[in-house]
């Protein structure tokens, strides 16, 4: 199963790292990722997820993801 996901978080060190290891923890595979500086120091990326060995759903990802302090938005779509 996978899935798109596209995050906004500040750009601070680490961030990324957090956003993959929560990824990780949750059992979800990252194939693709790609992201940049879009504004005034807000970062922005677009991952392909395989989400077929999380034993939870979108919402509680998207619960974790947002608990890291400098992430903005998530948002999770089915491909």
């Known amino acids: 199963r996978q899935r ?3 995050i906004r978080d500040r750009n ?3 961030t990324n790292a957090n956003v993959d290891a929560v990824l990780g923890r ?3 595979n990252i194939l ?3 992201g940049g500086l879009v504004e005034n120091n807000v970062y922005s990326s677009a991952k392909l ?3 077929s060995t999380c ?3 979108v919402k509680e990802v998207r619960r974790e993801l ?3 302090p400098e992430v903005i938005d998530v948002y999770i779509k089915e491909l």
């Open 32 to 34: 693709f990722g790609m």
């Open 12 to 14: 601070v060190p680490g």
């Open 55 to 57: 034993p939870c759903g």
């Open 66 to 68: 947002e608990k890291i």
């Open 4 to 6: 798109q996901m596209c």
């Open 26 to 28: 949750l059992g979800i």
């Open 49 to 51: 997820l395989d989400i």
